[in-house]
């Protein structure tokens, strides 16, 4: 292979590569983003299972942390529930763990956590001071995308964890948790820099951690969308004073 096409082979699969964190798989067309009738949104439920009962997170990971109800319980190495404060102001969702997370049961502890951490630090925080999960508590074998299936089985879980923390604002890191969350298509560009709700809580969508170290010149933006949290953060715990 002559250098030129190996450069060239290079080039194209950083871009590649890059358009997918940005947009995924989806070939978007008019009308996309929109919500429809009898969307994902509509049809994810608690189930009648007694965990949706339970009354704190220490609760709901005892009754929930040996699942297998997708293949993914099959293949995991260690459920990865999620850490931090039980009764945090700001919730940080992923997509999925990764093999880092799967061995040590944590989520973003690789060098993806690594990262976030700083992140946390930079906006004045520390992570035990926040609250970090996923979409899904189980490895996607290889770190593929979780399968939509994947998803609406753990989705609840999730949904409960929302439920007892009550966060005043939810960051979503990453282009699947959000359009998950928001139920929409909606590129993650297009979600960025602006705000969202989502049970309650103020929702900010950003970069995945992971996207920013295959990416360094994403980092700038990503730290405008913290700065767009640092103010409405800032300006809730005013609202709290008067």
């Avoid at 871009?15 to 969307?39: C, R, V």
């Avoid at 609250?131 to 299936?149: A, F, G, H, M, V």
């Amino acid at each position: 292979m002559s250098k030129e096409l190996s450069i060239f082979l290079d080039q194209a699969r950083a871009y590649l590569m890059q358009q997918q964190d940005l947009f995924g798989n989806t070939i978007y067309t008019e009308g996309a983003g929109k919500k429809t009738a009898g969307s994902r949104a509509d049809t994810i439920a608690y189930p009648d299972e007694p965990w949706v009962s339970a009354a704190s997170l220490p609760d709901l990971y005892d009754q929930i942390h040996e699942c297998l109800k997708c293949p993914l319980g099959q293949t995991r190495t260690r459920f990865v529930f999620g850490t931090g404060n039980l009764r945090a102001d700001v919730m940080f969702i992923g997509e999925a763990p990764g093999a880092d997370e799967d061995a040590q049961g944590e989520p973003f502890v690789g060098k993806a956590g690594q990262l976030l951490n700083k992140i946390i630090e930079a906006i004045g925080m520390k992570r035990e001071e926040v609250y970090i999960c996923n979409i899904l508590k189980c490895r996607p074998p290889n770190n593929r995308d979780p399968e939509t299936s994947e998803m609406e089985t753990c989705s609840p879980y999730l949904l409960k964890q929302i439920e007892l923390i009550r966060p005043k604002f939810i960051i979503c890191l990453g282009r699947i948790s959000a359009q998950w969350l928001l139920q929409t298509n909606e590129s993650l560009t297009a979600l960025r820099s602006r705000t969202h709700t989502f049970k309650g809580s103020t929702l900010i969508v950003t970069y995945h951690p992971a996207a920013l170290l295959r990416n360094p010149g994403w980092k700038r933006p990503a730290w405008e969308d913290m700065k767009l949290f640092m103010g409405l953060y800032e300006q809730s715990k005013q609202e709290k004073l008067t």
